[in-house]
């Protein structure tokens, strides 16, 4: 018998040098360290994921990553200070707001009572009854981006909402990246809702432009029963950015949930939305906005997981790809053998704007219970020329025209966001993005 | 006002337009007749500027110039207006996001100054009241769900914003019933100017007693065959096109 030794990647071989310094800085207690070690031996046994992992088909991270850049410390205050005047993101929403900077909780604004934030460095090292609750949902175990995410985080935090609590503006988690050599940042935040606890959850993503960083961040969400919960999330990353990121939702019973991602950034993205129903009666409307340009690779990977009976899911996903872009979707609906009178349905539609513009659609579903109602769909194409010149004979000039319908095409992605000043910078965001591409 | 001469064109390869020549004067209605497939909406198309065609010969001059080099933008921006015999539905595109997004670019394009909002919602207001049109649809997306007929109105409660020079109205009156017709061509009426031509094509003289044509042209097979005044529709209507189809072979 002949011992196979996988040939290591640098970026490989790098995660493994810089593991070994780190694993003893990173906070927390030995039951920490002990998932860290579990985390990481994920990632050391299979190495990074590649095509032929059916997860990774579309977004090959072994290829994709090509260092491993060192893990951003907590930034001074000289650092900080500039980098949250630069942040744009949500300026003008008010309400509570949680700002990290390269990863590390900074600064907390306005949290309203019920609400509670401890940064997680300060949980693991102290231990905190909520940690008892990450992990997130079954559908998400052994993922390498949240796996990589486990093993290095250095900061982030825990917010409980207490039950039956109504936050009547939104809660803005800012994670601002700054710096400018490649640098790594984890951060982890757990929001934890009480029952009848109703919130909408604003995320921004931002960092610099021109330089190579990873954030690789994981927000999950453990709800109680009868929660309403929106989320909006926004990647704004810099344009040589890889931003891994992930969403893991576990909802009780009659919980509202809808959530909405604006990708308008990197170089490189994946969002993977881990989404499991554990209380009946439930609904989740789950969607989101893609622009892509360059040569540029935005993937979105969805998990819902319909483990109990009579939950809806919904998904509507746009993706528009320009340049020599390649926009990935994969999505998937688990219903569960006893998850009868599940509603679930998912589309995907991509729209290319140039000849080197690719798409990869992949809609599926897994259905073991026999009284459902499911349905997924996938499109890719082109403007419509007949529609195009319907504008153009109206008078207006080809680009204007197209940016109308491309507008229209990423609207509808937009429409379920409830807060109307947010929705409006979205909005505002793929106008700038189309004048931009208009020149 | 409007000139065209021997105008030859094609579509994948298959001839529509044979040598096709027509003059509208300033102020003029000419009204165009002819059978299913005589080429009227390419004709239509050919001076908006649709791509699909290949124009082999000929020339279109709008005021003196060839509009044939110009994209569909700029021939509207120079006053040429489509009342489609099929207007597209526009999904995602309000109304009233649409409305102010042409009228602003035709006027940026002619170097005049944006409309302001209360402005622009008075023009729109007046426009819709005199073709009784609905405030309630101009809330909705561009033509989705609209009827037919609706679809036909808001086609042109378009032209009566944009106020273009040249307009031409493809079977307009297909799929109005008999009071949106004569809301229509009341509409139309209105805007006939002496600076302001129309080309009219429809199937019905029903139309024609409406809005009453200055000259009438038979168009068969690619071409124009017979131009007359007013009364060759009524002609027509008697006698249908059995004579012209030879005329044209
Ligand atoms: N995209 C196309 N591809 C192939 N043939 C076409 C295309 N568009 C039009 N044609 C053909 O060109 C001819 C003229 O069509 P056109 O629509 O101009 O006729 P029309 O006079 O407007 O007819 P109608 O009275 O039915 O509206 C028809 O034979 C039609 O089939
Ligand atoms: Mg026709």
């Known amino acids: 018998m002949s011992v ?92 509570a707001r949680v700002t990290f900077v390269n990863g590390h909780l900074v600064t907390t604004e306005a949290i309203p009572e019920g609400v509670e934030v401890t940064p997680l460095a300060e949980a693991l090292t102290n231990g905190h009854p909520l940690l008892a609750r990450m ?76 330089v190579g960083y990873h954030s690789n961040s994981v927000v999950e969400i453990v709800a109680g029963s009868s929660v309403d919960i929106a989320h909006i999330r926004l990647n704004a990353e810099g344009d040589r950015a890889l931003a891994l990121s992930t969403l893991m939702v576990t909802l009780g019973a009659d919980a509202k949930f809808a959530s909405t991602g604006v990708v308008a950034g990197g170089h490189v993205s994946r969002h993977q939305v881990f989404l499991a129903f554990a209380g009946e009666r439930s609904v989740a409307t789950i969607g989101g906005a893609t622009m892509l340009a360059g040569k540029s690779l935005a993937d979105t ?31 998937k609906i688990i219903v569960r053998q006893h998850a009868q009178k599940t509603d679930g349905q998912m589309m995907s539609a991509a729209l290319l704007l140039s000849e080197g513009a690719a798409m990869n659609n992949k809609p599926e579903l897994e259905i073991f219970a026999d009284d459902v109602v499911c349905a997924h769909g996938a499109t890719c194409g082109q403007l419509d020329d007949e529609l195009l010149f319907y504008l153009m004979a109206r008078g207006l000039p080809r680009p204007e025209a197209e940016a109308l319908l491309v507008q229209a095409f990423l609207g509808e992605a937009l429409e379920p966001i409830a807060l109307e000043d947010v929705r409006e910078e979205l909005t505002d965001m793929v106008a700038s993005w189309l004048a931009g591409r208009a020149g | 006002m409007l000139e065209i001469n021997n105008l030859v064109v094609d579509i994948e390869d298959k001839r ?81 996001t649409f409305l102010k997004s042409v009228l602003n670019a035709q006027r940026k394009a002619r170097d005049e100054d944006e409309l302001t ?17 609905d405030q309630e649809m101009l809330k909705r997306a561009l033509n989705v769900g609209f009827s037919g007929g609706e679809k036909k109105r808001m086609e042109i409660l378009q032209m009566a914003l944009l106020e273009p020079s040249f307009c031409i109205l493809d079977e307009t009156d297909s799929g109005l019933d008999i009071d949106a017709l004569r809301i229509v061509a009341e509409g139309v009426n209105a805007l006939r100017a002496k600076d302001r031509s129309f080309l009219v094509i429809t199937h019905y003289q029903r139309l024609l007693n409406y809005i009453v044509p200055d000259t009438v042209h038979v168009m068969s097979k690619g071409k124009v065959v017979r131009s007359g005044g007013k009364e060759l529709a009524l002609e027509l209507e008697a006698n249908g096109y059995a004579d012209y189809r030879e005329l044209a072979a």
């Open chain 1, 4 to 95: 196979i030794t996988p040939i290591r990647t640098p970026a490989e071989a790098g995660l493994i040098d810089l593991y070994k310094v780190v694993r003893n800085t990173l906070p927390g207690t030995k039951a920490t360290l002990k998932h860290r070690d579990e985390a990481f031996a994920v990632i050391e046994a299979a190495g990074l994921p590649h095509r032929r992992v059916e997860d990774w088909k579309y977004t090959d991270l072994r290829n994709l990553m090509q260092e491993a850049p060192p893990l951003a410390a907590r930034p001074h205050l000289a650092e900080t200070d500039p980098a949250i005047a630069k942040s744009k993101a949500f300026a003008a929403v008010s309400g």
């Open chain 1, 135 to 210: 992990g997130g949902p079954e559908v998400a175990r052994d993922n390498a981006a949240v796996a990589l995410n486990s093993a290095f985080v250095a900061d982030g935090a825990i917010i409980a909402v207490a039950d039956g609590v109504t936050l009547e503006e939104p809660l803005v988690l800012r994670f601002i990246n700054t710096g400018t050599k490649a640098f790594a940042t984890s951060p982890r935040v757990v929001l934890a809702m009480g029952d009848g606890a109703a919130l909408t959850l604003v995320e921004s993503h931002e960092g610099p432009g021109g």
């Open chain 1, 301 to 331: 990977t969805l998990v819902v997981d319909h483990r109990v009976p009579g939950c809806q899911s919904r998904e509507l996903f746009k993706t528009v790809v320009d340049g020599e872009a390649t926009g990935v979707f994969q999505g």
């Open chain 2, 16 to 96: 529509i337009l044979n040598g096709l020549s027509l003059t509208v004067n300033d102020g003029e209605v000419a009204a165009i007749m002819g059978p299913n497939g005589s080429g009227k909406s390419t004709l239509s198309y050919v001076i908006a500027g649709k791509e699909d065609y290949t124009v082999l010969d000929g020339e279109i001059l709008l005021n003196g110039e060839n509009i044939l080099e110009l994209e569909p933008s700029e021939r509207a921006a120079k006053g040429v207006f489509l009342a489609f015999q099929y207007p597209l539905e526009i999904p995602g595109v309000a109304t009233m």
């Open chain 2, 117 to 133: 909002t209360p402005d622009f919602m008075r023009r729109v207001k007046k426009a819709a009241e005199t073709l009784e049109i």
